[in-house]
């Protein structure tokens, strides 16, 4: 029966898959009560390779071993043991028993959370070391996770199956990270909030999450900072900026300290566009995490953050040709005034973490983010709309050889935006062991004071548009003045129950969460679950289901219409998950690989339309839609060259709304409802691929290769009335290739002068290796008269970023 189970779940992933004839070797890891330890890292000694021991403790190797080769145990907070391979070839192969380090209170905190989450993908750190990215780099390597979707090389932000940038949740040790409100574009966006020179562990999750993380539709990624144990700290710096770190403990190891200093600049990797000007974005970051441990019970921790965005263009001209080869066209302007925009934030969260005895962990958290934005600038911009000649043969062929519009705009914006706020909340888990009980309650005060300024006029050929015989009209208006004081509240309780058996272990979570908001009023109850089963007679094999409601409560910028006012009767938007997936762990060419595939359906109801332009994402602000979004996801990863990790991920996904009661008349007059529709991020393929190898012979000689491909994404004109009036953009692609060289390595024998660093390296990154005009949004030109001699609409590409080359260097000690 468990063969049939196994078979049918996984009819839909057929891997090939490639088993070596080698000796295997496998045991059992436990700790001193007898009780199987998870997540154990099981590396042979003097090479890099190695397993991780399963949730019942398991773990086997095969591989061609000698006789002196012997296996290093180690986990968090216990103590490393070596043994002979010897040991694990004979018949009385006993348990290996992990000792507890020195702080063993630590461990079980540790241990709970391994042990229940279920639904959440751990990504190792190594994973995004040398990632060639020109953004965060967390953030990079989430984008290549199944079920997410990115295509804008200078933002951090991603969707995640069909919800867009404002669905993903983000914790840093257990704090919620917001994102700046009114950023328009990557090229303003600068450095997110995650450092990844400080990041201890990562977790995430693209649907079906736990009712301990809340309120919002799509996914969430949580983000632990270390808790050092040692003098460490880095420096890197590159054509893109530079970034500092340093942690330790002191103090008799009371008092630890990890903090970290990063400035930015895209001015190398702007200066590509086809808009030229004087770009001068400065991005600056400072972060700091402190830990001190007051007793074996008490210990309190800050986390702090500084961010300050500057981001001043002065245009000049700009020249693209784009259309098809049937009607291809030209575009030149011209430009006069600039654009200065800021954004600075602060967070700062204390938290006071109380552990009764072994069993109970209590947490109290109090914490305040403060974002003051503004974004202010006059361009005026003169064009010349011109038709290409196509014909082949023809001495003219691609010049221009009819103008089609003369024209220009006037573009105004004086925004500004402040928002503060404040949170108190308590958390708590007792763990019984095969039982894990959680709960939690957070309250926020939340102050957002908005005033929105910004005009558009556009004339074409002496017209302003649109055309008006008795009066002038700009083409776009938003004026708003809000001022909103509001308090949320929010909680959760629920429970994880480990069943063992003995053909498979089950593990069952249910949780409820509650939350409420003063402003409309609205009581939401989200029940959530999953289950988790793992056969006995295959190791290898997981399978897991998760169902639950998914409630996301309007936040400032969802409950804004496109005319400036608030919606006071906004509700909440409503997302009902349910993912079925599995997980086989296999062994090809001697080295273990794992693969995963999710399919999933999430039906959605009160959506808040919406339509996205670069990064901005502009809502319609009524709940007057439904929706559904349905896919597979599918990962493998492993060590497809001896040593280092490499994975593939492909996503398939279909999402739709419709809105309730629309309709339009046609040009014969008949009445049209157009029922369902793509949404903004209903992109059908993504594949990515992280791909990395070494010289042979020459180790210290490394590469990484970072290929992207995303289907065509739609879109829609800016101020149309209609959601279901959508176009397609070209489908994205992109390769980044990364060359590294260790210079000073911890095995290096004579270090000299340089003997205090631990390792130091120089690389040689190329962004877009092929060169490819990636567009991320349109400036649309309308005229008063096109080649047909009626009003036409023009939607030229906005391109990304094309080839650089990049020097990087690391050091670390």
């Not at 040398?130 to 953030?139: D, F, H, I, K, R």
């Not at 770009?279 to 830990?291: E, I, S």
């Not at 007679?537 to 936040?555: L, T, V």
Request: proline share 4%; glycine share 8%; hydrophobic share 35%.
């Amino acid at each position: 029966m468990i063969k049939k189970i196994n078979l049918f779940l996984l009819f839909f992933t057929l891997p090939v898959l490639l088993f070596a004839q080698q000796v295997e070797i496998g045991g059992i890891v436990i700790t001193p009560g007898n009780e199987p330890m998870p997540d154990v890292n099981i590396r042979i000694k003097d090479s890099n390779y190695g397993t991780v021991t399963n949730i019942n403790g398991e773990f086997s190797i095969k591989r061609e071993f000698q006789k002196t080769d012997s296996l290093i145990f180690s986990h968090l907070g216990y103590q490393t043991i070596v043994l002979p391979v010897e040991k694990f070839l004979s018949e009385t192969n006993e348990p290996v028993t992990m000792q507890p380090g020195s702080e063993e209170l630590e461990v079980v905190e540790v241990k709970g959370r391994k042990s229940i989450d279920r639904t959440l993908i751990k990504i190792d750190k190594k994973e995004f070391e040398y990632l060639p990215t020109t953004a965060g780099s967390v953030e990079s390597i989430i984008k290549k996770m199944p079920g997410v979707a990115a295509r804008n090389e200078l933002s951090s932000q991603y969707s995640v199956r069909g919800g867009n940038y404002d669905e993903n949740l983000v914790y840093v040790n257990g704090v919620e990270i917001y994102r700046p409100l009114i950023v328009r574009s990557g090229r303003q966006e600068g450095l997110s909030f995650l450092n990844s020179d400080m990041v201890s562990t990562i977790n995430f999750s693209a649907g079906g999450f736990e009712a301990r993380y809340g309120d919002k539709m799509s996914s969430v990624l949580d983000i632990k900072y270390k808790r050092p144990r040692k003098f460490a700290g880095d420096f890197d710096i590159s054509f893109l900026g530079t970034s500092a770190h340093i942690e330790d403990q002191v103090g008799n190891g009371k008092l630890s300290y990890n903090t970290g200093f990063r400035y930015k600049t895209n001015q190398y990797l702007l200066n590509t566009l086809d808009q030229e000007g004087d770009y001068k974005p400065n991005f600056y970051d400072w972060q700091a995490f402190l830990n001190y441990k007051a007793s074996d019970k008490l210990e309190f921790e800050f986390l702090g953050n500084y961010s300050l965005n500057k981001y001043k263009f002065i245009p000049q001209k700009r020249e693209t040709s784009f259309g098809t080869i049937k009607d291809a066209l030209n575009i030149n302007i011209y430009y006069e005034g600039q654009e200065v925009d800021q954004f600075e934030n602060y967070l700062g969260a204390f938290t006071t973490k109380y552990y009764p005895n072994n069993k109970l962990l209590m947490r109290f958290i109090a914490s305040s983010f403060v974002t003051q934005e503004s974004e202010t600038y006059d361009i005026l911009g003169e064009y010349y709309l011109n038709e290409l000649d196509k014909a082949y043969n023809s001495e003219t062929y691609g010049d221009s050889i009819l103008n089609i519009g003369v024209g220009g705009f006037l573009e105004h914006a004086r925004n500004y935006m402040t928002a503060k706020v404040h949170t108190l909340s308590h958390t708590g888990m007792w763990n019984e062991g095969l039982n894990v009980l959680r709960w939690g309650i957070k309250f926020k005060h939340e102050i957002i004071d908005d005033r929105t300024n910004e005009w558009k006029m556009v004339d074409s050929a002496g017209y302003s548009v649109p055309y008006n015989d008795s009066t002038i009209n700009l083409y776009h208006t938003l004026n708003a003045d809000n001022f909103i004081v509001s308090n949320r509240l929010s909680g959760y309780l629920q429970n994880t129950f480990h069943l063992p058996g003995e053909k498979a272990d089950w593990y069952f979570n249910g949780g409820v969460r509650f939350s409420y908001w003063s402003f409309n009023n609205e009581f939401l109850v989200s029940p959530r679950i999953s289950v988790s089963y793992e056969p006995r007679m295959n190791s290898r094999f997981r399978h897991y289901f998760s169902a639950g409601y998914y409630y996301q409560p309007p936040f400032y910028k969802e409950m804004k219409r496109p005319d400036g006012t608030l919606n006071h009767n906004i509700k909440a938007q409503k997302s009902i998950h349910f993912v079925l997936g599995t997980e086989y762990n296999f062994m090809a060419w001697g080295r273990p690989f794992k693969y995963t595939a999710d399919v999933y359906y999430k039906k959605m109801d009160h959506l808040i339309p919406y339509k996205i332009n670069n990064v901005k994402v502009r809502y319609a602000g009524e709940n007057m839609a439904k929706g559904y979004a349905t896919g597979i996801d599918m990962k493998v990863n492993g060590e497809f060259v001896d040593g280092v990790e490499s994975w593939a991920s492909l996503s398939i996904m279909k999402t739709e709304e419709d809105i309730k009661g629309d309709y339009y008349f046609n040009e014969q007059g008949e009445r049209v409802e157009p029922g369902f529709y793509p949404r903004p991020t209903d992109q059908l393929v993504n594949f990515s691929l992280f791909f990395q190898d070494y010289v042979p012979s020459f180790p210290t000689y490394k590469m990484q290769l970072s290929l992207h491909y995303g289907s065509r994404l739609p879109f829609s004109p800016p101020n149309s009335e209609r959601y279901d009036l959508i176009f397609e953009m070209p489908s994205y692609r992109r390769v980044d290739i990364g060359f590294s060289k260790l210079i000073i390595g911890e095995k290096s024998a004579d270090r000299g002068f340089f003997k205090h660093l631990k390792t130091w390296w120089i690389g040689l990154e190329i962004f877009n290796l092929l060169d490819v005009n990636n567009t991320i949004s349109y400036q649309w030109i309308q005229t008063v008269n096109n080649q047909s001699g009626i009003s036409g609409e023009y939607a030229v590409p906005n391109y990304l970023t094309s080839r650089r080359f990049n020097l990087k260097m690391i050091v670390k000690f």
